[in-house]
């Protein structure tokens, strides 16, 4: 069964405090890996997608990676409104024409001022 | 500004009512997709539609039903069927062609039953 798992579920750093979330798969025929940011009571923003093994993105103080098992989001020097919940989510070869996506539980993540 | 919209972003239900909840996409996407998320749960697929006049079911469409009259609309019924409908409801659209398909969001729905 494909699964997609995110952790930790939820992380405090202090403002400045440089981290990583992860995110784990086990997916047969990965597409592309999407990472999400989702503010309390709103969408999923859109902050990247990843499509094969050692690609990195960059915007602002985050860095996405990927390998052939897992993407990690750095988190450099992060500010208090950084802080929100973070979703992975992974799109298979196997959706076909439909693209649908699997999404992880999200890691919370709280920065302190 | 393009984007996708939906509408109401609250709503409450009672037992044994059905309720639509919209969602309007101006970016000229042709596939479009229901999400229904709950607290500490990943978002879990409801129904998808790729072209107008089709949909397809996803993980978790039963007491659910949609349609896809224009392009640019793609409303969601939940049903008196749905056992547990008390979630907040995600629209999202996407090119729906290429290698290379983002999905973007909506606002939200929240559903409450009373």
């Known amino acids: 069964e494909d699964q997609v798992t995110q952790s930790p579920e939820a992380l405090r750093l202090q403002e400045g405090e440089s981290s990583s979330l992860n995110c784990s798969y086990t997916?047969?025929?990965?597409?592309?890996l999407f990472w999400y940011r989702q503010d309390p009571g709103k969408g999923p923003e859109f902050l990247f997608t990843?499509?094969?093994a050692g690609e990195e993105k960059e915007k602002e103080r985050l860095k996405a990676t990927l390998t052939k098992k897992e993407s990690f989001l750095h988190i450099t020097a992060p500010k208090p409104e950084d802080s929100a919940t973070y979703l992975c989510?992974?799109?298979?070869?196997?959706?076909?024409?439909?693209?649908?996506?699997?999404f992880g539980s999200g890691t919370q993540l709280t920065v302190l001022p | 500004d393009g984007g996708i919209t939906q509408s109401p972003k609250y709503l409450f239900r009672k037992e044994g009512q059905n309720v639509t909840l919209s969602c309007e996409q101006n970016l000229n996407h042709d596939a479009m997709y229901w999400y229904r998320q709950d607290p500490g749960q990943g978002l879990r697929l409801i129904y998808y539609?790729?072209?107008?006049?089709?949909?397809q079911k996803g993980d978790i469409a039963e007491g659910y039903s949609v349609s896809r009259e224009k392009k640019e609309s793609f409303p969601l019924t939940v049903t008196s069927a749905q056992k547990n409908p008390t979630a907040f409801y995600l629209c999202?659209?996407?090119?729906?062609?290429?290698?290379?398909?983002?999905?973007?969001f909506g606002p939200g729905t929240r559903l409450t039953v009373l």
């Open positions: 990843l499509y094969s």
């Open positions: 997916v047969s025929g990965l597409r592309g």
């Open positions: 999202a659209s996407s090119m729906g062609q290429g290698l290379r398909d983002t999905q973007y």
């Open positions: 989510a992974v799109q298979l070869f196997s959706s076909g024409s439909a693209r649908q996506l699997t």
């Open positions: 539609s790729q072209i107008v006049n089709d949909f």
